[in-house]
């Protein structure tokens, strides 16, 4: 088995490890992410619906404009955070239950976390 399956198959077991505890419900919804190699995407969602609630990423017309081909991909997390962040306390949801998606907590995936408690979600 080459070293990119193994990475993969790492990662579907820490998302199910993950998924197995977190539930998006009314009182506490789920932000879960997912990034590939070029963009990170967020959305707020209530698994007990089926619906997303609130959704961001890089690819978005309102950060378009900011992105800049120098801009980092950190920069780019933060500012997806920032916009999630945003548009999820505009709709009055505070409180959610971070899902990494088995994506290891660092770098993109942490600064978006972080620059979405800096705009007001609270997990």
Known sequence: MNNQNL???RQERRKKHIRKRIHGSEERLRLSIYKSLGH??????NDDEGK???????????????IKPETTKMQQSKMV??????RAVENN???VA??????????????LA???REAGLDF
Do not use: C, M, P, W
């Open 98 to 111: 971070y899902d990494r998606n088995g994506f290891l907590y660092h770098g993109r995936v942490k600064a």
């Open 81 to 86: 955070g920032a916009l999630l962040g945003k």
């Open 52 to 66: 997303t609630l609130v959704s961001a990423s890089s690819i978005d017309k309102e950060l378009k404009a900011e």
């Open 114 to 116: 972080e620059s979405a």
């Open 93 to 95: 949801l505070k409180k």
């Open 40 to 45: 990170i995407y967020a959305q707020i969602i």
């Open 7 to 9: 990475k993969k198959i």
